[in-house]
């Protein structure tokens, strides 16, 4: 007997040392505890069947085995990141390179960005050129990241304001539900060039709005930018029935020029705080933390400290502070802040009393329990490096820990047999899930590398090309006059116009390049988009 004390106290004592040790030690843990219940059940061996010391371990084991199937069915959580950037960029045109603004030779890879501009030049012939073709801001970002694998998913421009959202071409499917909108608070609600922008969707499931802000500048309109931001939350809102307002989303992100400043504090101190680094000092006067004190709303939002220097104003292509006449005092006008969606409080009444509201109430609080969301912010900072603007950009990278509603894409996609430009082409795709489809969804064909879901080689329409195979696959096929020439790496994606996203993708598969052309040593005169891209 006691010898099985001295197992059962062993066992109890590498279980609270694996719970409070590092990794290296918690294996170590592990093979102890095999090696004392090794040892237990040499000692159940010669147990009395009659003792009572056998019932009490049996219960023993009994809960240890709960504990066990308890954790070995907690449902899975992954891990997502999410790179943001905001910056004013004072109408100026792009610079060559954005590397450290988008961390991309960092070790850890992003799997998500999302980027908010501020003052991107809007002037007549620009912003109409910018309407059909993609702006310089959004193309550098588009061909940056779509070598590494980024799409653009969504993006929203009103004048100044730009917003814009990347997805690694893995999460792609499960992107759904993508809506934009904006709302215009210059000059009297009717001018464009302060207001917000917001893009709104569904990740895994879970639903996610990112308002990207520019509110009205100077010292005294501390009240009139909340008014506005308060304005712009109640008058936005989207065709979704799970989240038709703002602040019905599980996650919101505001984000921007804020244009909140450092209150009270003079010229002298303010710099001599950035100086000696004691930003601390400064919090407690910056307009936006004095405000929320105030504001119900504001308390909502979480914002990480701001350890890293003011980021407005600086002396164009330098570092320092503005040494004009005016002499801007030093702020933190550039922000980004979250809001988790605060929990429902239990519905009132009975059960058979519930109305619709108890209804959503309900459901809120079960998806919330069944499905938690997480958020760690990793990083909060400004980059120097940037010059260009008179403020400079700032970076938050967050951590989302997440339990996916769901895994399987709506539509399974199939290149069947060879392509190439010789013969049509056949496409092979069944839907997994019920979906809202329409006869405005299409099947596009797209380049490896592809930056956005308009920049395709070819599409088919599903419904008007479709050929019944069977109940389950169905086909389409593509005009060989569509296919590339020279061929190449592609993929399948099925866009559906509904839910407004692609809903599947299929695997890469090789386009062969053309016999025929090859035979023949024909170059055609026009080529297709996916010739033109090879060739830059």
């Given at each position: 007997?006691?010898?099985?004390?001295?197992?059962?106290?062993?066992?109890?004592?590498?279980?609270?040392?694996?719970?409070?040790?590092?990794?290296?030690?918690?294996?170590?843990?592990?093979?102890?505890?095999?090696?004392?219940?090794?040892?237990?059940?040499?000692?159940?061996?010669?147990?009395?069947?009659?003792?009572?010391?056998?019932?009490?371990?049996?219960?023993?084991?009994?809960?240890?085995?709960?504990?066990?199937?308890?954790?070995?069915?907690?449902?899975?959580?992954?891990?997502?990141?999410?790179?943001?950037?905001t910056w004013n960029v004072a109408t100026v045109d792009p610079p060559d390179d954005v590397t450290s603004l988008l961390h991309l030779n960092s070790p850890k890879s992003a799997d998500l960005y999302v980027i908010g501009l501020q003052e991107v030049y809007s002037g007549p012939m620009r912003f109409v050129s910018d309407m059909v073709f993609d702006d310089p801001w959004s193309h550098l970002f588009m061909s940056t990241l779509a070598p590494r694998k980024y799409v653009k998913v969504s993006s929203m421009r009103m004048q100044g304001l730009l917003l814009l959202f990347f997805s690694k071409l893995e999460h792609i499917p499960f992107i759904r539900d993508i809506q934009a909108t904006y709302t215009r608070t210059g000059i009297f609600g009717y001018w464009g060039n302060k207001g917000g922008v917001s893009v709104r969707l569904s990740f895994y499931g879970h639903t996610l709005c990112f308002l990207n802000c520019h509110l009205t500048a100077h010292m005294k309109y501390a009240t009139e930018r909340v008014d506005e931001f308060e304005y712009i939350m109640d008058t936005q809102s989207f065709d979704c029935k799970n989240a038709p307002r703002v602040t019905d989303h599980r996650l919101l992100f505001w984000f921007g020029d804020l244009n909140f400043r450092i209150q009270d504090h003079g010229m002298h101190f303010v710099r001599s705080c950035i100086n000696n680094q004691t930003y601390n000092l400064l919090w407690s006067n910056d307009q936006l933390n004095m405000m929320k004190k105030k504001e119900q709303l504001l308390q909502e939002f979480e914002e990480g400290p701001l350890d890293f220097q003011p980021t407005y104003k600086f002396d164009l292509n330098s570092d320092t502070y503005d040494s004009s006449s005016k002499k801007r005092k030093p702020a933190w006008t550039d922000r980004i802040l979250w809001r988790i969606r605060p929990k429902a409080p239990p519905p009132e009444g009975?059960?058979?009393?519930?109305?619709?509201?108890?209804?959503?109430?309900?459901?809120?609080?079960?998806?919330?329990?069944?499905?938690?969301?997480?958020?760690?912010?990793?990083?909060?900072?400004?980059?120097?490096?940037?010059?260009?603007?008179?403020?400079?950009?700032v970076i938050g990278i967050f951590t989302l820990e997440l339990r996916k509603m769901y895994e399987t894409p709506l539509v399974r996609l199939q290149a069947e047999g060879d392509w190439s430009a010789?013969?049509?082409?056949?496409?092979?795709?069944?839907?997994?899930?019920?979906?809202?489809?329409?006869?405005?969804?299409?099947?596009?064909?797209?380049?490896?590398?592809?930056?956005?879901?308009?920049?395709?080689?070819?599409?088919?329409?599903?419904?008007?090309?479709?050929?019944?195979?069977?109940?389950?696959?169905?086909?389409?096929?593509?005009?060989?006059?569509?296919?590339?020439?020279?061929?190449?790496?592609?993929?399948?994606?099925?866009?559906?116009?509904?839910?407004?996203?692609?809903?599947?993708?299929?695997?890469?598969?090789?386009?062969?390049?053309?016999?025929?052309?090859?035979?023949?040593?024909?170059?055609?005169e026009r080529t297709n988009e996916l010739e033109r891209t090879a060739a830059c």
């Open positions: 007997m006691d010898e099985i004390s001295r197992l059962f106290g062993a066992i109890g004592r590498v279980r609270s040392d694996t719970l409070s040790s590092d990794a290296t030690h918690s294996t170590g843990s592990k093979l102890a505890l095999r090696h004392r219940i090794s040892q237990l059940m040499t000692c159940v061996d010669d147990l009395d069947p009659k003792n009572e010391l056998q019932e009490r371990m049996v219960k023993t084991l009994d809960n240890a085995f709960i504990v066990c199937a308890k954790r070995a069915n907690k449902p899975k959580k992954d891990s997502f990141r999410l790179h943001m950037v009975q059960e058979e009393n519930t109305n619709g509201a108890d209804i959503k109430k309900v459901k809120q609080i079960e998806e919330d329990e069944e499905y938690p969301l997480k958020v760690r912010q990793d990083l909060y900072t400004s980059n120097m490096e940037y010059s260009i603007s008179d403020h400079k950009p010789d013969i049509d082409a056949m496409v092979l795709y069944s839907p997994l899930q019920p979906f809202p489809s329409s006869t405005w969804d299409w099947i596009g064909l797209y380049k490896m590398g592809f930056s956005s879901v308009s920049d395709y080689i070819t599409y088919t329409w599903v419904k008007d090309d479709e050929a019944a195979f069977n109940e389950e696959v169905m086909q389409v096929f593509v005009s060989k006059e569509e296919i590339p020439v020279r061929g190449g790496e592609c993929v399948l994606c099925y866009y559906s116009s509904t839910l407004q996203s692609i809903i599947g993708i299929s695997e890469p598969f090789k386009v062969l390049e053309s016999r025929v052309a090859l035979e023949e040593g024909l170059l055609p």
